[in-house]
């Protein structure tokens, strides 16, 4: 069973701080892996999408990579601000798995003016 | 357009009530889910409906019932629940096939508290 695993628990940095969030997996044969955001009480809105085939996928500020061979996908925001504040979460898709996403816990990001 | 929408925002019943969840997209989406999130906790999958047919339950308890009446429309009945089935229930939905880009759209989620 793919296990998904996202650390640190929780972050604070300052706004202008560029964001580095880390997610690792167990099983390499992923289908696609998909990061979401999650504001308290929310819904998850989906950030950015990588297929099993890519090594990367960018949005604005956003940049998302992901090494199947070391089992890790990293999220990168640029130039931090208070409204990235929410929790940050990651899910993987196994090829055995289709539609069936498993989620890290996720990292909860404060960023401070 | 990227929304999907849930009704209740919130709802609160007892153990001995019947009520029901809905969902509703208009993505032409063909995969829509029921995901179960507990406070603190990542949501954990319960059911997928692929073409209007149940492909994935999750083992989920029987007073939990999907009903998927068309591709926009998903519902989640319940009957006889549990406090502890209390949490935010979120629905979401993707593309279905090779050559798509099947991310999941989420929504806003139900609050249900079971007294």
């Known amino acids: 069973k793919q296990e998904v695993t996202q650390i640190p628990a929780a972050l604070s940095v300052p706004e202008g701080e560029n964001l580095v969030l880390n997610c690792s997996f167990t099983d390499s044969a992923i289908y696609n892996l998909q990061w979401f955001r999650q504001d308290p009480g929310k819904g998850l809105t989906s950030l950015l999408l990588i297929q099993s085939s890519q090594r990367e996928q960018t949005s604005g500020r956003l940049n998302a990579s992901l090494d199947k061979s070391s089992g890790r996908s990293t999220l990168y925001i640029a130039a931090s601000q208070p409204g990235d504040s929410a929790t940050y979460l990651c899910?993987?898709?196994?090829?055995?798995?289709?539609?069936?996403?498993?989620f890290g816990a996720g990292t909860q990001v404060v960023v401070t003016p | 357009d990227t929304e999907v929408t849930q009704t209740p925002k919130h709802l609160v019943m007892g153990m001995t009530n019947k009520k029901s969840l809905k969902c509703e997209q208009h993505?032409?989406?063909?995969?829509m889910y029921w995901y179960k999130q507990k406070a603190k906790k990542p949501p954990e999958l319960m059911f997928v409906?692929?073409?209007?047919?149940?492909?994935i339950n999750e083992s989920v308890p029987s007073r939990f019932s999907p009903e998927c009446p068309n591709s926009s429309l998903l519902n989640l009945h319940l009957h006889a629940l549990q406090p502890e089935d209390s949490a935010l229930y979120l629905c979401?939905?993707?593309?279905?096939?090779?050559?798509?880009?099947?991310?999941?759209?989420f929504g806003p989620g139900t609050r249900l508290t079971v007294l």
């Open positions: 899910a993987s898709m196994t090829t055995d798995s289709w539609g069936k996403l498993q």
């Open positions: 993505m032409g989406h063909r995969a």
């Open positions: 409906y692929s073409y209007e047919k149940l492909s």
């Open positions: 979401a939905s993707s593309q279905v096939g090779a050559g798509v880009t099947d991310t999941q759209y």
